[in-house]
């Protein structure tokens, strides 16, 4: 009777603690489950699938081997408790993979009992940031080193895993993160049907694909940017070799591709005679960084520390404000400027007070994470998959790589933008793959159609590409390198062409590669008058070329986007640097120009293809846009400069100062590290050099000093500044 009634409490017992006495499993639905189950380093593999074929049948036990070599089983269970129950009773097994929760591990229960009785030799210490995962197989948590096993004690135990016996939480929620274990990333592959009009077979596709991927949440699709309910195909497909010859030989797919395609950060002489212009009431951003201050120095003007800009700057007389559409990772919407000083961090206000909204992709809709529609008072900080917008803790909504957020900056920002009053629309793209860039283009050009913003918006693609520049991998099918991406790409830029909408593109920060010198990617190498893209290079502090910045006939501009000071998503100041920073200086730019009254704008009146071909041509040669300056190579670069003449910024910045404690900015030429020093004038010819001396020897004693009145008052004052 004693004997039944404890085998009645033993068999109770089991079923809680399998059902809740541990939290690093619970019980789910009936169904079929897959587990990676891998034995020790130490342990003998066929041992380990005997027990297993044994306890779960050696129908539902199946041998693998990872790229390291080490032997693991994939177990098919009906119930997931049958499989923590079954590796109880087996011994030499190291870790447990659910292989339908995300990639979730998990260690035996007995594992730390079990470790009592093995030699202090057999337990070995992970390295630093590594999860000592033998398979090559990336876990949760690997990443940051979260997870680890600790070191071994003197008795030869190994300690708690942190986690209640996990590896450690994923960075966001059901996402993996990088691959710290060094596994290389699946190939994914592009779909493209043969013709989109074809509603029935684009379907028959379509569930062919989404019987083909495990995860069809991952599926990015795109859709003809003129009738965005037509798809064209599919992106991020991982398929195995049979899977791709089925669609290879499906009879409405035209091609499926290899993704070999990815996005890549670019973090880079007139006359006398200027275009006269109506006076304007004029500002000055006094102690401005470096990027704004140059813009407004006109033809070799030593650097100052005032910004002077015309104070529309972005917003027409009749209050109609110029659209910038940053089409990127994201922008961090309210993020607020943070000075950290000696006296501790500052807060200088919203870097961008004039938002519209943000745009999404399909793609990011789908993945369910950023999402200003939902909860949490509408910040839109849903960094999950979860369909819910909850911030996880240490999770910033918006940007995650600051990429965007810093050339939006650059391009508006209250503190570091050049058009201060222009309106931001960002527009979000997924950022594991470049068709996402095509989707956001497709966004963002249907929504200038939507709002009819065509004749005062802009377009910022600032992230750069790997795509081939041969033009007849764009046009012909038949090219080694066409894909139907590359296609689309030129389509939907052409396309905004035709609206009237200009874009600004990197030149691209590969200038110090063997044989990269020039820009050799698309879209930037279609840049021409033929294609207007805008192109924008990098200049130094020093107003010669950047040695990263690529360069070639299709560079439209330069600016100096060397070390600037721009707002990432923490909202702390910081430097950045790459032809992509330019393009938010020159989108700015030309939305200030864009917001002068029509009798002042050179393509006033103009709309579609020939309203982008004057800014184009005005960007590019007009006196009134910038100034040549020579460059060490003996080629001219062309500077980007605000029109402002000299005697215009002298009379708006008459009594500032430097700020205190802060040396003289250089001569062209100069160094800002090293202004301290005998000034030097590179990039000046010697016979000019020359020139300028004998000059200056003749007329230093004829010179006298003449000041107005109002200078005298600030010489008085204590507060004259230099003479420009």
Known sequence: MHISNALLWLSCLKVVFSSTGSNTHHRRAAGPHLFSVIPEPTADPSHVEAHLNKLLGDENVSKQSTPNSI?????????????????????????????????????????????????????????????????????????????????????????KTTGKGR?????????TGSNASGTQKPITWTVQVKDSANARG??????????????????????????????????????????????VNNEFVSSVTEEKFRKKKMMAIPDGKVEKRTPKPFRVQDNAPE???ALSMARNAPLNYHYVYEGHAGRRSDNNGIYIYVVDEGVQENVENIDQTADG???????????????????????????????????????????EDQVEPGQLPWDKTSHGTKVASLALGAMNGVAKHAILVPVKCWPRNMLDLYNGLTVALGDIRLNNRQSNSIVILAAGTNLPSDPQASVNRNHPAYNPLIENFGGVIGRLFTEGVPVVVPAGNDGLVPGRQHVDFAPSYWGSRDFPLIVVGELDETRQKSP??????????????????????????????????????????????????????PWAGLTGIPRV????????????????????????????????????????????????????????????????????????????????????????????????????????????????
């Open 71 to 159: 032997e693991s089983f994939t177990v098919t269970t009906e119930d997931d408790t049958e499989i923590h129950e079954a590796l109880s009773s087996i011994p030499d097994v190291k870790e447990v993979i659910d292989l339908d929760n995300e990639g979730k591990s998990e260690v035996p229960h007995r594992r730390e009992k079990r470790a009592t009785t093995r030699s202090k030799t057999s337990t070995t210490r992970p390295r630093k940031g590594k999860t000592g995962n033998p398979t090559g197989v990336q876990k949760p948590g690997a990443a940051t080193g979260k997870g680890r096993t600790r070191k071994t004690t003197g008795k030869g135990r190994t300690g």
């Open 167 to 175: 590896t450690g939480k994923t960075t966001r929620k059901g996402r």
């Open 202 to 247: 684009t379907a028959t596709v379509k569930k062919l694909i989404h019987g083909m991927v495990k995860h069809p949440k991952n599926i990015m699709s795109y859709n003809d940017f003129e009738d965005l309910e037509r798809t064209l195909g599919w992106g991020g497909l991982v398929l195995t070799d049979q899977d791709r010859e089925v669609l």
């Open 291 to 293: 990027h704004l201050a």
């Open 345 to 387: 961090p500052v807060n200088l206000g919203r870097e961008f007070p004039y938002i519209d909204r943000t745009l999404y992709t399909q793609t990011v809709i789908e993945q369910g994470y950023d999402r200003p529609t939902d909860g949490d008072g509408g910040l839109g900080a849903d960094s999950d998959s979860d369909g």
């Open 548 to 601: 990263k910045s690529q360069d070639g006939p299709q560079v439209t501009t330069w600016v100096m986007s060397g070390e600037l000071q721009v707002t990432p998503r923490t909202g702390v100041l910081s430097r950045a640097a790459g032809t992509s920073m330019g393009c938010g200086i020159v989108a700015g730019q030309i939305a200030v120009w864009d917001s002068y009254d029509d009798a002042e704008r």
């Open 613 to 724: 071909t004057a800014i184009y041509d005005f960007v590019k040669s007009s006196p009134a846009s910038g100034w040549s300056y020579p460059d060490a190579t003996a080629a001219e670069k062309r500077i980007m400069w605000n029109g402002l003449t000299r005697t215009q910024y002298r009379a708006n910045t008459v009594g500032m100062t430097a700020p205190v404690g802060q040396q003289k900015r250089s001569n062209p030429g100069v160094s800002l590290k090293h202004s301290s020093k005998k000034r030097t004038t590179a990039g000046i010819s010697a016979n000019h050099q020359a020139k300028k001396t004998r000059l200056g020897r003749k007329s230093r004693a004829k010179r006298t000093p003449r000041h107005t009145t109002e200078k005298r008052r600030a010489i008085k004052r204590g507060q004259a500044t230099r003479e420009l």
